[in-house]
């Protein structure tokens, strides 16, 4: 897993100025470092440079190190690459009849070799987390892409016919030619939907990411993007002990060849079924090798006495923890982190984003990843299986379905009374959210002839992949990678995907049992109290100390006239929030994030606008 970015221009000659160009690309993959630092490198021709930052995974030798450049018929082909290509030994088999010599043990050379026997059309081959960018000399045209579940980031913004890419927004603006914008769209953005981003959409003006489950060509023709891969709706015509039966060879698969790696891996433990089930598999695969998983949890110090129990998380997650521990032979560390470091943890979740995110369930795991970096580089995740197993409440709650916008955020009344009436009126939020929720709709694969709950149900499972499951997934990375640790997510595997979607509603939810069939297809991995527990989602602190320390910093911002954020919030708005009493029952956004994460968020927006010169 790394960092890659570059940029590129077919009217330029950027060899006349090699010195500088190389020192630019240095600067560029610097900024992104913390993604791998153990090797770097850059490549650069006459229309392309390209730079790269290595977290050593596979191929641990220095002939893996990119960028990864070969030749065929005098044109070179050059490939910056970051992500984990899973079936990589199936695609080198045929690679290798049709003369390909590997000179490494690293997937790169597969990603490029793929490519200049395949085209673009080699992404279909891959099954993993992948974006790469592949200078192909012979045909003068840059080719960026991306997985289809849209694990892996990869930005770009293109200006005056020069396009600059990156794994994050911070290596595009590093380029000389390229600032950071934040307009009013952004604000709206900001405002409205975000932590979740429109698909490929940056939030600063005029930057993009390509969208997950395509590829984009820059050539003389211009920029185009292309989608490879999409959801498609058919009957579903197994019965429930099939589909279970299915689904559990899909799980043993996916995560038994997530196991792949030249480096131990690890698995994130929260108690919860998802990261039971994925740990189970990966216990049983090391214990045939005679080893043991390292497994991590995570919680807040003193969350014993202040947790506060509701609809959204009914219960606490360590003694399920400590199940696990009692059944399985893990290597086990319970993490914690204290209110001051997830407190200071919020400005670095900024850093890691380039833009404000889900508050402290940024900073929190953020500050996780940082610690499970100590012991392990790479670590699996449950991520992914509420939205494609129902697990939500959205999915179940008659005033979720129902609303006619997206589920996870139904009322954004309280962030429109946050802001100066004023912007408010300029900015007119509620009528974006209700753009972005249609033209999200108007992308849903529907069933022939399907009406009604089942077509609503359709819609939620499609808003959820579309929108929450990438923002999940985003976090996800920036969290991990900020420390240089490779995190994979086995129910993200599209296969998965592909086979859930067309379950019926009834039967991933049989007798309104949530996640029912997942846990059907569970039995023979996990015991019964595992396998049947509740849902609870994410830990997050309850101790009012956090709160504390919170509405300090909030009170400090709305009375120092030079906060950039006192341009657009109401100052007696943001008196009342601080003063009200908490509400921790009722989410502005997902399930987690209440009042105390409005004032958190609040700190964030304000912090980014003073970075990037608001």
């Given at each position: 897993?790394?960092?890659?970015t570059g940029f590129a221009d077919?009217t330029a000659?950027f060899?006349?100025q090699?010195?500088?160009?190389?020192a630019l690309l240095k600067?560029?993959?610097?900024t992104i470092a913390?993604?791998?630092?153990?090797?770097?490198?850059?490549?650069?021709s006459?229309?392309?440079?390209?730079?790269?930052?290595r977290?050593?995974i596979?191929?641990?030798?220095?002939k893996?190190?990119?960028?990864?450049?070969?030749?065929?018929?005098g044109?070179?082909?050059?490939?910056?690459?970051?992500?984990?290509i899973?079936n990589t030994a199936?695609?080198n088999?045929?690679l290798?009849?049709?003369g390909?010599?590997?000179?490494?043990?690293?997937?790169t050379e597969t990603?490029?070799?793929?490519?200049m026997?395949?085209?673009?059309?080699c992404v279909g081959?891959?099954?993993?987390?992948?974006?790469?960018a592949?200078?192909?000399?012979r045909?003068e045209?840059?080719?960026?892409f991306?997985?289809?579940?849209g694990i892996?980031?990869l930005f770009y913004?293109i200006?005056?016919?020069?396009l600059?890419f990156?794994?994050e927004?911070?290596a595009?603006?590093?380029h000389?030619?390229?600032?950071?914008?934040?307009d009013?769209?952004?604000?709206?953005?900001?405002?409205?939907?975000l932590?979740a981003?429109?698909?490929?959409?940056?939030v600063?003006?005029?930057?993009y990411?390509?969208?997950?489950?395509?590829?984009a060509?820059f050539?003389?023709n211009g920029?185009?993007?292309k989608r490879y891969w999409?959801l498609?709706?058919a009957?579903?015509t197994?019965?429930?002990?099939?589909?279970?039966?299915?689904?559990?060879s899909l799980?043993i698969?996916?995560?038994?060849?997530?196991?792949v790696?030249?480096v131990p891996?690890?698995?994130?433990?929260?108690?919860?079924l998802d990261s039971?089930?994925?740990?189970?598999?990966?216990?049983e695969y090391l214990?045939e090798k005679?080893k043991f998983l390292n497994t991590?949890s995570?919680d807040f110090?003193?969350?014993?006495?202040?947790f506060?129990?509701n609809?959204?998380?009914?219960?606490q997650d360590?003694?399920?923890v400590k199940?696990?521990l009692?059944?399985?032979?893990?290597?086990?560390?319970f993490?914690e982190?204290?209110?001051?470091?997830l407190?200071?943890?919020?400005y670095?979740?900024?850093?890691?984003?380039?833009?404000?995110g889900?508050?402290?369930?940024?900073a929190?795991?953020?500050?996780?990843?940082k610690?499970v970096?100590?012991?392990?580089?790479?670590?699996?995740?449950?991520?992914?299986?509420?939205?494609?197993?129902?697990?939500?409440p959205?999915f179940?709650?008659e005033e979720?379905i129902?609303?006619d916008?997206?589920?996870?955020?139904?009322?954004i009344?309280?962030?429109?009374s946050?802001l100066?009436s004023?912007?408010?009126d300029r900015?007119?939020i509620?009528?974006?959210v209700r753009?972005?929720?249609?033209n999200?709709?108007?992308k849903?694969?529907?069933?022939?002839?399907?009406?009604?709950?089942?077509?609503?149900q359709?819609?939620?499972?499609?808003?959820?992949?579309?929108?929450?499951?990438t923002t999940l997934?985003?976090?996800?990375?920036t969290?991990?990678m900020?420390?240089?640790?490779?995190?994979?997510v086995?129910f993200?595997?599209h296969?998965i995907i592909?086979y859930m979607?067309?379950v019926p509603?009834d039967?991933k939810c049989?007798?309104?049992?949530?996640?029912g069939?997942?846990r059907e297809?569970a039995?023979?991995?996990?015991?019964?109290?595992l396998?049947?527990r509740k849902k609870?989602?994410?830990p997050k602190?309850y101790?009012p100390?956090?709160?504390?320390i919170?509405?300090?910093?909030l009170?400090?911002i709305i009375?120092d006239k030079?906060?950039?954020i006192?341009?657009?919030i109401d100052k007696n708005?943001a008196i009342?929030?601080?003063?009200?009493?908490?509400e921790?029952?009722k989410p502005w956004?997902g399930q987690l994030m209440?009042?105390p994460q409005?004032?958190a968020?609040l700190?964030?927006?304000?912090y980014?606008l003073?970075?990037f010169?608001?």
């Amino acid at each position: 897993m790394c960092g890659i970015t570059g940029f590129a221009d077919l009217t330029a000659d950027f060899l006349s100025q090699k010195d500088e160009n190389i020192a630019l690309l240095k600067k560029m993959h610097k900024t992104i470092a913390h993604r791998g630092g153990d090797a770097e490198g850059e490549y650069l021709s006459k229309y392309v440079g390209l730079g790269h930052a290595r977290l050593t995974i596979r191929g641990l030798d220095a002939k893996s190190n990119q960028p990864l450049v070969r030749s065929r018929g005098g044109f070179e082909y050059a490939v910056v690459y970051n992500g984990e290509i899973y079936n990589t030994a199936d695609i080198n088999k045929e690679l290798t009849k049709k003369g390909y010599i590997f000179e490494t043990n690293s997937d790169t050379e597969t990603v490029l070799y793929a490519y200049m026997e395949y085209g673009v059309d080699c992404v279909g081959l891959f099954n993993g987390i992948f974006a790469f960018a592949v200078w192909d000399g012979r045909l003068e045209r840059l080719c960026l892409f991306r997985d289809r579940s849209g694990i892996k980031p990869l930005f770009y913004t293109i200006k005056d016919g020069l396009l600059v890419f990156g794994s994050e927004p911070k290596a595009i603006f590093a380029h000389p030619r390229i600032d950071p914008i934040i307009d009013d769209d952004s604000l709206r953005k900001v405002f409205s939907i975000l932590p979740a981003r429109t698909e490929g959409d940056g939030v600063f003006k005029n930057l993009y990411e390509i969208k997950y489950g395509c590829y984009a060509v820059f050539d003389r023709n211009g920029f185009s993007q292309k989608r490879y891969w999409q959801l498609e709706s058919a009957p579903h015509t197994e019965d429930f002990e099939t589909t279970a039966a299915h689904l559990k060879s899909l799980i043993i698969d996916s995560v038994r060849g997530q196991m792949v790696s030249d480096v131990p891996v690890c698995s994130f433990l929260s108690g919860g079924l998802d990261s039971c089930i994925v740990t189970a598999i990966a216990a049983e695969y090391l214990a045939e090798k005679k080893k043991f998983l390292n497994t991590f949890s995570f919680d807040f110090t003193e969350n014993d006495r202040y947790f506060k129990s509701n609809s959204f998380q009914p219960e606490q997650d360590k003694p399920y923890v400590k199940k696990m521990l009692a059944h399985f032979r893990l290597n086990h560390t319970f993490l914690e982190c204290s209110q001051s470091e997830l407190a200071d943890y919020l400005y670095k979740a900024v850093d890691a984003k380039d833009m404000p995110g889900m508050a402290d369930v940024d900073a929190s795991l953020l500050y996780f990843c940082k610690e499970v970096k100590k012991h392990n580089k790479v670590t699996l995740t449950g991520e992914c299986a509420d939205e494609i197993f129902a697990g939500y409440p959205w999915f179940h709650r008659e005033e979720f379905i129902n609303a006619d916008t997206f589920p996870w955020s139904i009322n954004i009344d309280v962030r429109e009374s946050m802001l100066k009436s004023e912007v408010a009126d300029r900015l007119d939020i509620k009528a974006y959210v209700r753009e972005i929720y249609k033209n999200t709709l108007a992308k849903v694969p529907y069933l022939d002839g399907e009406t009604g709950i089942k077509r609503r149900q359709r819609e939620i499972s499609f808003l959820n992949l579309n929108q929450f499951m990438t923002t999940l997934l985003w976090r996800m990375d920036t969290a991990s990678m900020y420390s240089g640790l490779e995190a994979r997510v086995p129910f993200a595997d599209h296969r998965i995907i592909e086979y859930m979607w067309n379950v019926p509603f009834d039967m991933k939810c049989p007798d309104g049992v949530v996640k029912g069939l997942l846990r059907e297809s569970a039995k023979g991995l996990l015991p019964d109290e595992l396998r049947l527990r509740k849902k609870s989602p994410y830990p997050k602190t309850y101790n009012p100390e956090y709160e504390r320390i919170l509405k300090e910093k909030l009170n400090h911002i709305i009375n120092d006239k030079n906060a950039p954020i006192n341009d657009i919030i109401d100052k007696n708005a943001a008196i009342s929030l601080v003063s009200a009493p908490s509400e921790y029952g009722k989410p502005w956004f997902g399930q987690l994030m209440s009042t105390p994460q409005m004032i958190a968020y609040l700190i964030q927006v304000n912090y980014w606008l003073e970075k990037f010169g608001y």
